[in-house]
């Protein structure tokens, strides 16, 4: 590509709205631009790296047996209401009507529409196990779209869904696509971890995460520096601590005035004691009304433990007006001895003596609390977020590490919750009929496409990875015009082009200043730079953008190098 004839509008400034340096560097490098909230135009430069990780996803996936297919992007809400997710999914599903005032959805995942077809098409377990897949846009009406196309509410999404007659069928297909997700991200040149994650409103049974690592992900990935236990902090599972045998005399209950005093640092500085004697109750909200959990007052509650120990169908904070209308008690004062609602405690809360708890009434807490003896728990479980040095619940030695992570990829085995809730059964070899055990597995392109940009960046732009590099060198001359540099320009451009490597040729009329700075805004792997004092000597300056160094290079013999040279760039 001639960079005159390009369409790459770089600018010197980045979005005012931008917050990560992906979201930033794929619009001053001409990338994307946007046309509304979470809605991206994507211009030719990152159509270039987005096809590139497609590419790579789609040889992965038929790696392993893999069909492509192409599903429509509007479903009927029929669909949904039989899977029981039109209710659900709530408001992050875009509801359409068509000029018949049907209603329908602009599909956020596909799981309905495959489970509809293979319902009409599979019958028998002979055409099993089947595994397809597709590469298209969602939309999800995300409350908070963010950082360009790593959390937008259009994007691109590789998902794919198998389709099995028993257990061990789709055990097998989850062990390969570990695989073909781990050599997916790997051959993106991503530095990504493997992590045990929650499965969501997508349902199911099993699930892992593909975290790239970066400071700027929106997810905390806790795992253990002794073992291979790695896991979402919202999942990662806390270890159960050992019971604490109770002192000789147990305090008895006592109400104390404690004025104003709301938060555990409040309280602490005012009991004078430490954060690990009190028991903080935090009101959350589910289908069925309002709960309370119990942690430890120097714990955070992790409100995905506590939805699945109950089993509800959603769960969260609860708004403090609908806690103070619903209980006549002000926050910052409530506590579980005598509440009027399900309690559910944190293993460590049951493990604790004389402990400190909100009374129930304004600027009062209770003293001397004793958890079976004053209060009465639905359930004990591990709801508290584990932190960065608690002990690996897995080994004996380890520690957790916390990190943040961007979630690139996510594989569910989902069991029978869409093949029986949608009838898609099948005749095994007795002839009898079961529904078919299912997995899906999706690939954000455009967040993986962002998550290298987070991982391999400078102050001066983008270091692609090789094979996501919307080009793979750029050919810089120090002046086009003059004659024997276009000449040797177009030699290079003519012999690179035959080597299949994908070449901008930057004949623009600017400045060398210029031509280098967008060179390196692009991030391009190789320049190769020519001018006239070292075509002279019959030499071309070939400048690595990772590493900066540069080499001169026999003109043209030593073209014939750059393939090898890209590979270990
Ligand atoms: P998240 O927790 O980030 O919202 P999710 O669990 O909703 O993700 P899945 O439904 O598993 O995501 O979707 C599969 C993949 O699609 C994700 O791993 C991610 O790479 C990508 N993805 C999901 N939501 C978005 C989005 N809003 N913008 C861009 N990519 C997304
Ligand atoms: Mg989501």
């Known amino acids: ?238 270890r159960i601590p050992a019971p604490v045998p109770p002192p000789k005399k147990l305090d008895d209950l006592k109400k104390i005035p404690t004025p104003g005093k709301k938060s555990v640092e409040d309280v602490t500085k005012f009991l004078k004691v430490s954060p690990q004697q009190i028991v903080k109750t935090i009101i959350l909200e589910n289908e069925n009304g309002l709960v309370a959990g119990l942690v430890r007052g120097d714990r955070q509650i992790n409100p995905v433990k506590l939805k699945n120990l109950i089993g509800c169908d959603w769960l969260h904070h609860a708004p403090e007006s609908l806690i103070t209308s619903k209980t006549k008690i002000p926050c910052g004062f409530i506590g579980p001895v005598k509440l009027d609602m399900k309690v559910y405690a944190d293993h460590e809360v049951a493990v604790m003596h004389n402990f400190v708890t909100g009374a129930n009434t304004k600027d009062a807490h209770y003293t001397g609390v004793q958890f079976e003896r004053d209060i009465k728990a639905a359930q004990v479980g591990d709801l508290h977020e584990v932190q960065e040095g608690d002990p690996c619940p897995k080994c004996d030695k380890g520690r957790y590490q916390v990190k943040r992570g961007i979630e690139v990829g996510h594989i569910f085995i989902l069991g029978t919750k869409y093949s029986s809730s949608m009838k898609a059964n099948f005749l095994d070899e007795h002839g009898k009929e079961n529904p078919m055990i299912m997995g899906c597995y999706g690939i954000g392109v455009g967040r993986t496409a962002a998550a290298a940009i987070e991982q391999n960046h400078d102050d001066k732009g983008i270091i692609w990875p090789a094979p996501l590099a919307p080009f793979q060198v750029v050919v810089i001359p120090v002046k086009f015009e003059e004659h024997s540099q276009r000449a040797a320009c177009e030699e290079a451009y003519k012999i690179l082009g035959e080597l299949g490597i994908e070449t901008l040729l930057d004949d623009r009329p600017e400045r060398l200043g210029v031509k280098f700075k967008d060179a390196e805004l692009l991030g391009i792997p190789l320049q190769i730079i020519i001018g006239p004092k070292n075509l002279e000597n019959g030499q071309i300056e070939i400048k690595s953008r990772k590493t900066g160094v540069s080499e001169l290079i026999d003109f043209p013999a030593g073209l014939q190098d750059i393939p090898n040279r890209l590979k270990n760039s």
């Open 1 to 238: 590509m001639y960079y005159s004839k390009s369409f790459i509008p770089t600018l010197k400034q980045s979005p005012t709205d931008a917050e990560v340096v992906s979201h930033k560097l794929m619009v001053r490098a001409g990338m994307i631009r946007q046309l509304a909230a979470g809605i991206y135009s994507i211009l030719p430069l990152g159509l270039r790296v987005l096809k590139k990780v497609e590419q790579i996803i789609r040889e992965e996936m038929d790696r392993i047996g893999g069909q492509e297919v192409f599903l429509p992007s509007i479903q009927p809400a029929e669909l949904w209401q039989e899977s029981g997710r039109w209710e659900l999914y709530g408001k992050e599903l875009m509801r359409l009507q068509d000029r018949h005032d049907r209603e329908f959805c602009y599909g956020p995942t596909h799981e309905e529409v495959i489970t509809d077809i293979i319902r009409r098409e599979i019958k028998s377990y002979r055409q099993l196990p089947l595994l397809t897949y597709q590469i298209q846009t969602k939309f999800r009406d995300e409350v908070r779209p963010r950082f360009g196309v790593m959390r937008g509410r259009e994007f691109m999404m590789k998902d794919a869904y198998s389709f099995h007659a028993d257990e061990t069928s789709v055990q097998d297909m989850y062990e390969n696509m570990k695989q073909a997700y781990s050599n997916t991200f790997r051959r993106c040149g991503l530095d990504f971890k493997m992590v045990e994650a929650d499965s969501g409103t997508i349902g199911g049974s099993f699930s892992h995460e593909f975290m790239v690592l970066a400071d700027s992900g929106e997810d905390a990935v806790a795992f253990c520096d002794a073992c291979d236990y790695a896991s979402n902090v919202e999942k990662a599972a806390a």
